[in-house]
């Protein structure tokens, strides 16, 4: 097992897609752990004044081609022997703030009141590290919670190259903020090496992220990566320390509902055991149906259960 540190840089960051064409800037083995430097936003969004900037976001603006509206995404990672078909396991070990400030902007046109505010506004927000707050304007010390909204790998070369910014069966723009420290992601190979890519931190989130960012901020993460050709599935699930995790995305809230829930009730069924009749009943009994986000054109729910629930099934 080894570990690696994959910096921020013109040659590993790729902005605004996903491209199973694009080669890997790191291959690591199965068991290996990476730690990632990432950035966040255009130009427009850097603050004045005493804050820190990561130096090489100015190269990246200056030097990568903008392919697609989207995220600047630091990646991809390949892992060995990674096949169409198997499954990658990204444990969340870590997650750090690179700098002292996000931003939050509202853009006419766009967010889930797309008709509601007409004037465009920018936030730039003092993020407090070691309080571990972000410094609202109207005085409000508001708790930070890292995650990567943007986890996903390659994915079908069929698919040509995609924005980031629309979350679809390779994962991609999740905005989920359960998957912070501790919390691990499984996603479906769709391209050889698996090549995964992250980006869009968030230094907090609400479910829904209602007007299109949350706290964005550059972050580090650090991830252990494992092939997992033992499981079988072609969608993105997770688990945090307590609870199972499925989702759906469409552009209809509905039928994310629907794919989250078919989802929990066969993962359900393997975990546990549980008939489809007992594992739908469970779900309307114990598990929650969260919105994730309602702003990257394929919305987002994601199911949880408890662990606990299907452990005293299963024993």
């Known amino acids: 097992m080894s570990h690696h ?3 921020a840089s013109v040659e590993t960051c790729h902005w605004g897609f996903f491209d199973a064409r694009l080669k890997p800037v790191l291959a690591v083995e199965s068991g290996d752990t990476v730690t990632i430097d990432c950035l966040s936003g255009p130009p427009e969004v850097l603050p004045k004044g005493d804050f ?3 130096p090489e976001i100015h190269d990246v603006h200056a030097r990568s081609e903008r392919q697609l509206p989207g995220h600047i995404l630091t990646g991809p990672v390949a892992v060995a022997g990674a096949e169409p078909g198997d499954v990658l396991q990204i444990d969340i070990l870590d997650i750090d703030l690179r700098q002292d400030w996000g931003y939050n902007f509202i853009r006419p046109l766009a967010g889930t009141l797309i008709d509601d505010f007409h004037e465009p506004r920018l936030l730039n927000i003092p993020l407090d590290r070691s309080a571990m707050v972000g410094k609202l304007p109207w005085g409000l010390d508001l708790p930070l919670a890292p995650f990567f909204g943007v986890m996903g790998v390659a994915p079908p070369a069929a698919w040509g190259r995609i924005t980031s910014i629309i979350p679809r069966a390779h994962g991609g723009n999740l905005d989920n903020k359960e998957l912070v420290k501790g919390a691990t992601l499984y996603l479906p190979v769709f391209a050889p090496g698996g090549l995964f890519s992250c980006g869009d931190g968030h230094g907090a989130q609400g479910d829904g992220e209602v ?4 706290i964005e901020t550059a972050l ?3 991830f252990r990566f494992t092939l997992r050709k033992d499981l079988r599935f072609t969608y993105p699930r997770a688990e945090t320390p307590t609870h199972l995790l499925t989702m759906g995305m469409d552009p209809d809230l509905d039928q994310c509902v629907v794919r989250a829930l078919r989802d929990m009730i066969v993962l359900m069924g393997e975990t546990a055991g ?3 009749e007992d594992a739908y009943t469970l779900c309307s009994l114990a598990a929650d149906l969260r919105v994730t986000q309602t702003v990257n054109v394929s919305k987002g729910i994601h ?3 408890a662990k606990a629930l299907l452990e005293a099934k299963a024993g």
């Open 5 to 7: 540190h994959l910096k």
């Open 303 to 305: 199911c949880m259960i």
């Open 211 to 214: 007007n299109v960012t949350a």
């Open 52 to 54: 820190h900037i990561p």
């Open 274 to 276: 549980l008939s489809r």
């Open 220 to 222: 580090q993460g650090t």
